[in-house]
């Protein structure tokens, strides 16, 4: 039975850092494709980065582009959100996704593309 378990949520200060993590197990985590999303509250899930298989080629939304890393981590079977210069509209609750399926280039944005879903974790940005 497939799990992801999301970790690392919590407060932060605009402009602070923080780091999200997603462990995986019941897939073979080589092969699995992975990505990070978000859902504000009243707002639809949206796409944050992807890592896919078998290149680890990544992929970001354009609101976070240079500010946010992806990166797995194979010894641990765990993917990681590297979240830096925090926007105050960091506030969400963000889930990890996988599908080991190799998802499309045109496809892997979507929540549609993934298979596999975290129970999410809420980070907040410090008012």
């Known amino acids: 039975q497939v799990q992801l378990v999301e970790t690392g949520g919590g407060l932060v200060q605009v402009g602070g850092s923080l780091r999200l993590s997603c462990a995986v197990s019941?897939?073979?985590?080589?092969?699995?494709?992975m990505a990070w999303f978000r859902q504000a509250p009243g707002k639809e899930r949206e796409f944050v980065a992807a890592i896919r298989r078998p290149n680890s080629d990544t992929y970001y939304a354009d609101s976070v582009k240079g500010r946010f890393t992806i990166s797995r981590d194979g010894a641990k079977n765990t993917v990681h959100l590297q979240m830096n210069s925090l926007k105050a509209e960091v506030t969400a609750v963000y889930y990890c996704?996988?599908?080991?399926?190799?998802?499309?280039?045109?496809?892997?944005?979507?929540?549609?593309?993934?298979?596999?879903w975290g129970q999410g974790t809420q980070v907040t940005a410090a008012s």
């Open positions: 996704a996988g599908n080991s399926r190799k998802p499309n280039t045109g496809a892997l944005r979507s929540p549609r593309a993934y298979k596999d």
């Open positions: 019941g897939r073979t985590f080589s092969s699995y494709s």
